[in-house]
């Protein structure tokens, strides 16, 4: 057991901290980098969509090969590697003068990212005893709950005061410290047999990806899921996926080892993390145009109103195993989806005018629910495979936690902006044709050409706020959906509680018999 594990804990967390910390900042600032030059950078909802899951992708889609070149050459060396150039890839982003130079940089960032997350999850494997593990992890997923609570009032209060690429220029000192520390406290460890690394598996994962989601996006964006080159792009994106598996299947050495998912409680618990993810970053997308855009609050004080969620994580993450030992796995990740469930469904119910207090309730059930699905699905996962596969582990993890925020934000995003399209189609008739198109993107694309037509535009508000409201009771029923059967999958394939041995008391027995 090594003597420093709770300092290499601590950073650790601190090195998670700020890739879960620059996902939750985007989140509150991605209303101002929608708005026009100079303010923001005047993207689209679907470049900024593609800003969001550019990093989600990459970090994906590279999180496979990241686990096995940690459990080869070093996690250790890994962790400095990918924090260097997740720091170079923030300041890039910062100083980004389009919206395409920011997708680009942003998947910078993620290459970085795919390095750092398993790291710490396989490094604090090693460092702590199977009886410790699961508390480490407890505290390693409220960190996480920490990021979240940070990221949006960081972001807001920096946004109140700088311009847009002050929420990615903050992850620069961070970085320095997280290298400085890692270098001193954190100790090397490999696998003793690593597999060799899988190029051709990589090739075919991120390209899947990347064309399945491009498809989703691009149908939400054109309101119609019918068009040729939407569909044929999503069939592709299935049809490489379909591909990927196959050869993995087939490979002496594969990247996803689909062997693993032969053990249900471990198709489970990674089942119920991307459904999870699923739904919550497509409500994430859209909570930030709610409190925004149509609540009137700033950044900031958008921020601050998701302190119960952070919160909630902060408090119930450390303390679920606690739950787990009472309950057992089954019944505490089933509640938890189900909670997840409830508060998705009250989104269904917010207008305009709903007292902002049951929004903060809403959160911080949401983020009891997460702490309570994140820490018994990671113990589960993590203690599935021998320790010295931590890296390989704690990838598969973090890759379907990912896919399923990337899918979530493009599959709800699209359900999002094609509502949004048709409930605001109907009161543009009186602008020309091609101010049409863009005024009908988003609601952020509207309230721009309103504030350009001066007292005329001030008719398309109240419109645009209706039609938001009605997208986003649509997309948080999708949601619920989602959520409930992860419920119904961890009900049926995990463990429930479990029977502690007997030994404690039989040994005073044999003890005797021996003497």
């Known amino acids: 057991m090594h003597r420093r594990r709770w300092a290499i804990l601590g950073v650790l967390m601190l090195s998670l901290l700020i890739v879960v910390l620059d996902n939750s900042i985007l989140n509150v600032a991605i209303k101002t980098i929608a708005t026009p030059a100079p303010t923001g950078l005047g993207a689209t909802q ?65 290459l970085g990212a795919a390095f750092v997350m398993p790291a710490t999850l396989a490094v604090l494997m090693n460092v702590f005893e199977r009886e410790e593990q699961p508390k480490a992890i407890g505290i390693w997923a409220g960190g996480v709950g920490l990021a979240i609570a940070i990221g949006p009032i960081t972001g807001g209060a920096l946004l109140d005061h700088f311009w847009w690429g002050s929420v990615f220029l903050i992850n620069v000192p961070i970085v320095i410290v997280a290298l400085a520390l890692m270098v001193w406290l954190v100790p090397d460890s490999r696998d ?29 964006e054109l309101a119609d899921f019918t068009d040729a080159k939407v569909l044929s792009t999503i069939v592709a994106g299935l049809v490489v996926l379909a591909a990927f598996i196959v050869f993995e299947k087939r490979s002496d050495h594969p990247s996803l080892d689909v062997t693993y998912f032969k053990n249900k409680v471990f198709s489970a618990a990674m089942s119920a993390i991307a459904l999870v993810f699923f739904a919550l970053m497509g409500v994430t997308f859209f909570g930030v145009f709610y409190t925004q855009s149509v609540r009137g609050y700033s950044p900031l004080e958008s921020g601050l109103l998701m302190l119960p969620l952070a919160a909630a994580q902060m408090i119930f993450a450390p303390r679920a195993r606690l739950v787990v030992d009472r309950f057992g796995n089954k019944a505490t990740t089933t509640a938890g989806l189900i909670v997840i469930a409830a508060t998705l469904a009250a989104f269904a119910g917010f207008e305009a ?3 902002i207090w049951l929004l903060e309730v809403v959160f911080f059930l949401m983020g009891t629910g997460m702490a309570h699905i994140m820490t018994p699905t990671s113990v589960v996962i993590m203690q599935a495979l021998p320790r010295e596969k931590a890296g390989s582990a704690s990838a598969l993890s973090n890759t379907f936690r990912q896919v399923g925020g990337a899918l979530g934000i493009a599959v709800l995003g699209s359900v999002l902006s094609t509502a949004y399209r048709d409930g605001i189609e109907g009161k543009l008739g009186l602008l020309p044709p091609g101010l049409r198109d863009t005024a009908g993107e988003s609601i952020e694309a509207t309230l721009g050409v ?5 007292p005329r535009g001030q ?57």
């Open 46 to 110: 679907s470049e900024i969509e593609w800003a969001i899951n550019a990093y989600t992708l990459v970090f994906a889609g590279l999180l496979f090969t990241a686990g096995l070149i940690g459990d080869r050459l070093g996690r250790k060396k890994v962790l400095l590697g990918g924090l260097l150039v997740f720091g170079i890839g923030s300041a890039l982003a910062a100083e980004s003068g389009s919206p395409g130079q920011l997708i680009a940089f942003r998947a910078l960032m993620a």
């Open 192 to 220: 003793p047999s690593p597999g060799r690394l899988d190029p051709i598996g990589v090739v075919l994962s991120v390209v899947g990806l990347v064309l399945l989601v491009y498809g989703i996006i691009k149908g939400g």
């Open 459 to 515: 008719a398309l508000v109240d419109p645009a706020n209706d039609a938001f409201l009605h997208a986003m009771h649509v997309t948080a029923l999708c949601g619920t959906v989602v959520a409930l059967i992860g419920a119904v999958v961890v009900a049926v394939f995990l463990p429930g509680r479990t029977t502690p041995p007997q030994k404690d008391k039989e040994e005073p027995e044999l003890v005797a018999a021996v003497d």
């Open 353 to 355: 005018d709903t007292p």
């Open 450 to 454: 309103a504030a350009k037509l001066g």
